[in-house]
């Protein structure tokens, strides 16, 4: 049976509060707008680390195909930008699959892909309502790794 796994290597993650934010964040816990400014910060903070912590897709299934049709979307929430991806594959069973690359990523990390119709890919991920999640994805062609693992993170 074949290893499901994709090595990836591994960049630094883009931090969205700077070091100069500590200071803003000090600077207000000093004053009475902590009452109110301190709960919005948090409940941001909070929703960005569960939405970060809910995009890691397993490795728990394999897909090989050829690249049928592929389409990009870059999507922005303040510094929090998400590059979306739906891709359809074609198996060697001739198979239609649709599959969903999503990726959280900062103003830095703000890469494009290469994938062009007909590349053979590898993806790893999971099937989930008989559409495929990609947790990794290699063009056999080039030798490019791609990983939705988020290349941000709050602190």
């Known amino acids: 049976m074949n290893k499901i796994h994709i090595n990836i290597s591994r960049k630094k993650k883009e931090k969205l509060v700077k070091w100069y934010g500590w200071i803003f964040i000090l600077l207000i816990c000093m004053t009475p707008l902590v009452i109110i400014v301190l709960p919005k910060l948090m409940l941001n903070v909070n929703r960005i680390n569960t939405l970060l912590r809910e995009s890691i897709i397993p490795e728990k299934e394999s897909v090989n195909g050829n690249v049928n049709k592929v389409t990009w979307n870059k999507t922005y929430d303040g510094d929090l930008g998400c590059i979306e991806g739906e891709i359809e594959i074609i198996n060697h069973e001739n198979k239609i699959i649709k599959c969903i ?4 990523v900062g103003p830095k990390y703000n890469e494009t892909f290469e994938l062009n119709v007909n590349d ?3 993806l790893t991920g999971l099937f989930k309502e008989n559409v ?6 290699q063009n056999n062609g080039n030798n490019q790794v791609y990983t939705t693992e988020p290349m941000v993170s709050v602190y």
């Open 101 to 104: 690359f999503k990726k959280y």
């Open 132 to 137: 495929f999640l990609i947790r990794n994805m």
């Open 120 to 122: 053979n890919i590898y």
